[in-house]
C-alpha cells in the first residue's frame, strides 16, 4: 500500500528565514507521481508541483524548491525567504499509477499535512 | 470555465438525514474524485470515477454512494449521516493525455456537520 508520511506536523518561522518541509513516500510502483498543495486558511487547495517519479531533476520556481531523491524516497520542499503569505498547510501527495490503471491520477494517497507559520 | 464547483458550502444535517454533495467540472476530465479532510488526517480518497458509468471505491467509501451519468458531474450521497461524517468534503477531477498525467484540480470543499 501507498503511504506518504509528513513527519512535522508544525513548523514556525520568522519572516525572511528559509523552511525546508519534509515529504517521505512508500509505494512499490516503480511509476508514480509527487505532489505538493498549499491549503491557505481560506481552505482551498492549491497545486503547486507535479513531479514524475523518472524524472529526479531538482526544481525552483521563485521563492520555492523542490529536491527529489528517489535513492531516499524524498520530496522534500523548501521555501527560501518565506514570508507571512506563505503561512498554510502544506499535503505532500502519491500517486501510484498500476499497469492496468489508464495512466491518471485519480487517486491520490496524501500526507497528514504540515502546519507552517511564518511570523512578522 | 469555472472549473470545479461544489454545492453547498456549508450544510448541517441531523443523524438519520440523507443528502447529496454535488459536484460539476466544465474541463472534460475524465476522471473525477471525492476526498474527506479532517483534522490531522489529511485528505482521504472516498470514490472516484475514470469515467461516465465507471466507478469505484477510494479508501473510506462506507455510508457513501456515487454515481456519474455524465462527464460533468459526480454527486456524492450520504444515504444516512452519522456524527463521524463530520468533515470537509472535497471533489476534484484531472486528465491526462497519452502517457502523462496531470494534477488534480480540487474545487472549493463543502464543509458537513452532523448533529
Known amino acids: 500500500a501507498q503511504k506518504v508520511t509528513q513527519a512535522q506536523t508544525e513548523i514556525s518561522v520568522v519572516e525572511k528565514e528559509d523552511v525546508t518541509l519534509d515529504c517521505v513516500y512508500e509505494t512499490r510502483d516503480t511509476t508514480y507521481y509527487l505532489f505538493w498543495y498549499k491549503q491557505p486558511p481560506s481552505g482551498e487547495l492549491v497545486f503547486l508541483i507535479r513531479?514524475?517519479?523518472?524524472?529526479?531533476q531538482n526544481e525552483i520556481s521563485g521563492r520555492y524548491s523542490w529536491n527529489f531523491q528517489k535513492s531516499t524516497s524524498s520530496f522534500n520542499f523548501t521555501i527560501t525567504a518565506s514570508q507571512v503569505v506563505d503561512s498554510a498547510v502544506y499535503f505532500c501527495?502519491?500517486?501510484?499509477?498500476?499497469?492496468?490503471?489508464?495512466?491518471?491520477?485519480?487517486?491520490?494517497?496524501f500526507g497528514k499535512g504540515t502546519l507552517l507559520t511564518v511570523n512578522p | 470555465n469555472a472549473g470545479v464547483t461544489q454545492t453547498p458550502k456549508f450544510q448541517v444535517l441531523k443523524t438519520g438525514q440523507s443528502m447529496t454533495l454535488q459536484c460539476a467540472q466544465d474541463?472534460?476530465?475524465?476522471?473525477m474524485s471525492w476526498y474527506r479532510q479532517d483534522p490531522g488526517m489529511g485528505l482521504r480518497l472516498i470514490h472516484y470515477s475514470v469515467g461516465a458509468g465507471i466507478t469505484d471505491q477510494g479508501e473510506v467509501p462506507n455510508g457513501y454512494n456515487v454515481s456519474r451519468s455524465t462527464t460533468e458531474d459526480f454527486p456524492l450521497r450520504l444515504l444516512s449521516a452519522a456524527p463521524s461524517q463530520t468533515s470537509v468534503y472535497f471533489c476534484?477531477?484531472?486528465?491526462?493525455?497519452?502517457?502523462?498525467?496531470?494534477?488534480?484540480?480540487f474545487g472549493p470543499g463543502t464543509r458537513l456537520t452532523v448533529t
Open positions: 501527495a502519491l500517486s501510484d499509477l498500476p499497469f492496468n490503471s489508464g495512466g491518471s491520477n485519480y487517486k491520490l494517497t
Open positions: 474541463m472534460n476530465h475524465e476522471y
Open positions: 513531479r514524475n517519479s523518472f524524472d529526479e
Open positions: 476534484a477531477s484531472s486528465y491526462s493525455i497519452g502517457v502523462d498525467s496531470y494534477e488534480q484540480y
